[in-house]
């Protein structure tokens, strides 16, 4: 099976730098995905990570340590549009498991 | 990116009716689809795994007789939610996956289903 970890809720305030963790165990791994879901909106692709290391795509980057079970998701230059949940999914034989999602909050 | 169109996009049906819901790849073809559902405050729930051309794959718990699932094309799926009841309120969405690309299926926008 899978068990996916992230916290519940995160503050940051506009302008700033946050960092979401989220931890897996799993007892096969293709891939970990990152989703930002606005309330009441379908979730949108942020990022997928395979290998280690740090992807990055514009002010998002995803990284990666398979040995550790570990992933986070850093946002860079918040903006109050990205106040949403941020999913992620660790995708093990053919399907992804989605973690509960860590709600961001972004002040002025 | 590939776009996966659902529809509709909200329903409100009577207690005891059916209700069917589309997931289209509009450009792309999509050789798995996967449903889930969304409870409010919650995280995506896997519901089934739909492969064109077979029987689709549910989740543990999922009643397939109730959550009817058809994979007849490269570009539609359709979720029967059979004999709605009130518990069945929720968020629906799909995700539709081309060939056999580990990244990500691309999400439809959801449908919000409300039973009275």
């Known amino acids: 099976g899978q068990n996916i970890d992230q916290p519940t809720e995160m503050t940051a305030t506009e302008g700033a730098i946050v960092q979401i963790n989220c931890t897996y165990q799993?007892?096969?791994?293709?891939?970990l995905f990152w989703y930002q879901q606005h309330a009441g909106e379908a979730p949108t692709f942020l990022s997928y990570n395979v290998l280690d290391g740090l992807e990055e795509k514009g002010r998002f980057s995803s990284f990666l340590s398979r040995s550790k079970g570990y992933s986070y998701l850093l946002l860079k230059e918040l903006h109050m549009k990205d106040s949403a949940s941020y999913l992620c999914?660790?995708?093990?034989?053919?399907?992804?498991?989605f973690g509960d999602g860590t709600t961001l909050t972004v002040k002025p | 990116g590939a776009v996966v169109s659902q529809h509709p996009s909200w329903v409100i049906c009577k207690s005891g009716t059916s209700v069917k819901i589309e997931c289209r790849s509009l450009?792309?073809?999509?050789?798995?689809m996967f449903w889930y559902r969304q409870f409010p405050k919650q995280s995506l729930m896997l519901m089934a795994t739909?492969?064109?051309?077979?029987?689709?794959?549910?989740e543990q718990g999922v009643e397939k007789d109730k959550f009817l699932i058809n994979h007849a094309s490269l570009t539609l799926s359709t979720l029967t939610v059979t004999s709605a009841h009130p518990e069945d309120s929720s968020f629906y969405i799909c995700?539709?996956?081309?060939?056999?690309?580990?990244?990500?299926?691309?999400f439809g926008q959801g449908t919000r289903l409300t039973v009275v």
């Open positions: 799993t007892s096969g791994f293709n891939g």
């Open positions: 999914a660790v995708k093990g034989a053919g399907k992804s498991t």
């Open positions: 450009d792309f073809q999509a050789t798995t």
């Open positions: 739909s492969n064109e051309g077979s029987k689709a794959t549910y």
């Open positions: 995700s539709a996956r081309e060939g056999q690309k580990n990244t990500e299926a691309f």
